[in-house]
């Protein structure tokens, strides 16, 4: 049950109504995190920014995803992990992908890497170990890929503890429970 006050578009006004009518153009809909982000235009300005710097960097849609997943579901955010999840399957991210992502990892070895890299960072609260560093980079991710990484895990940390807080109501289809991957035959 929402804690904060998830703001209408309609009802809104000023910067926040500016700002929900910007994400209703954009997304089609006003999900209920930016509704209730709207009580601060700053904090929803702020969301908005970030959120769109970083579509504009160097990692695809979909390795993007696959942080948000593995970053909501180990910080337990059950409005991230179902957003990010229909998002994911938008972009066209497999169920498997987005489990795996959830369990923080990938098949692909080099999404893999950075699922791990940017769990490592969020464990360590930036403070990986320059082994870290370098396995991710003989993944084949430079200081960019690595730099943004650790922006989205902040982005992620941010709209996780914030619908934690809000208690965001769920306006995305709620996330399956979490199943291990199968195990291989060897």
Known sequence: MAR???ISPKAATGRARELLDMVEVKL?????MTR????SPAVLDGYLQLS??????VLPAGLREQLALAVAQANGCD????????????IGLTSEQIRDSRLGTAVDPKADALVRFALKVLDARGGVADADLEE???AGFDDAAIAEAAANVALHVLTNYFNRLAGTDLDF??????????????
Do not use: D, I, K
Request: with cysteine; hydrophobic share 45%.
């Open 79 to 90: 409005y991230c992990v179902a957003a990010h999840s229909a998002v994911g399957r938008m």
């Open 4 to 6: 904060l006050t998830q």
């Open 136 to 138: 991710v980079r003989r």
């Open 173 to 186: 289809p709620p996330a399956p429970a979490l199943e291990p991957a199968p195990a291989t035959a060897s």
């Open 52 to 57: 769109g710097a970083l579509g504009r960097g």
């Open 36 to 39: 209730a982000m709207a009580n």
């Open 28 to 32: 089609g809909l006003v999900p209920n």
